[in-house]
């Protein structure tokens, strides 16, 4: 189960005429805190958690504030303080050194669930989209954005004739591209998959990438034709790709085609010689067409197992999407 917003809000969606719901989420952090403005959770009068507001120090307090919202109706924010002995946060051990303010709010038909079935409807979409809501949780705003491989971006807390208002943009979890379904290429899927990524898979060879080795993937595109995957790539907003055929024409044919679309992290395996060999196969001068190219691919952790290589390179296109430095300085 992913705690990113796209999937809990997927949760949440079927169920959210059948229950009482309340919205916990933070709109202020001082200091260290485990999660940062923006962060959300949500309860039900069934029991339904979904999400996490802290690493699990503070939920058994917030659920309690959540289930009084759910009796009264009226809103309620919260600060939990880690160096202040007399707050629940210190008493409770929670060490991180922060402050965290979140508020607790009702979702219902009254406030139209403060929008957030739009949100939902978008990230399922495969499209990015800001979110605004006032502390008190009385309006909720979702708009699309149209920008190709928005980034996260910090949430903003401002004041809006005497309002508190949060607005956080959303974007839907990396769409990797394997292109190589060897053994391993499993590790690399299921690896994206416990981040919450949706993962395409591709594979010209009959032999390989066979649905019963890869449960996990989202999209595997069975048909041998490389227009086949142009037409995919399209359509589904890949963000990112790993080349790891393990063979010289499919790797270069892939990265033609990938150089087509401006991807924001392509990683190809192999020695550093390799790429301008495959370089020069696909016809391609230069690597301007994506925003970071890694061959050799991923970080260099000191590993050479399937396991350490899928580790390394699901690593480094998180740190490109949260535009952290990708390579060791």
Known sequence: MSNHVNHLLSQWLPLKDKHKWVLGFIFKTQGSCYRKAGAMMLFSDAGHQFGILSGGCLESDI??????????????????????????????????????HLSLVSLNQANQFLELDNVSRLLS??????????????????????????????????????????????????????IGGGYDATFMTQMAKAQGWTVTLWDPRPAQARLEHFPEVNFLVEDTDIEALNIHIAQHGIHAAVLMSHHRDIDARSLKLLSRHKLMYIAMLGPLHRKQ?????????????????????????????????????????????????ARKK
Request: aromatic share 6%; glycine share 10%; hydrophobic share 35%.
């Open 63 to 100: 659920v309690k504030k959540a289930h009084r919202v759910m009796d009264d109706g009226k809103s309620r924010t919260a600060v939990y303080d880690d160096e202040d002995e007399e707050d629940i946060a210190f008493k409770l051990g929670v060490g991180c050194g922060g402050v965290v």
């Open 125 to 178: 979409q495969g499209i990015a989209c800001t979110w605004e809501c006032d502390i008190a949780g009385k309006q909720g705003k979702c708009a699309s954005l149209d920008t190709v491989n928005v980034r996260p971006q910090k949430a903003k807390l401002e004041q809006r004739e005497g309002t508190q208002t949060l607005t956080v943009t959303h974007v839907p979890p990396i769409h990797l591209l394997v």
């Open 277 to 325: 060999e495959i370089m020069t196969l696909a016809g391609l001068s230069d690597t301007s067409f994506c925003d970071h190219f890694a061959s050799p691919a991923g970080f260099d952790i000191g590993g050479d197992l399937p396991e350490h290589i899928a580790l390394s390179v699901i690593a480094q296109c998180h740190a490109v999407f949260y535009k952290k430095p």
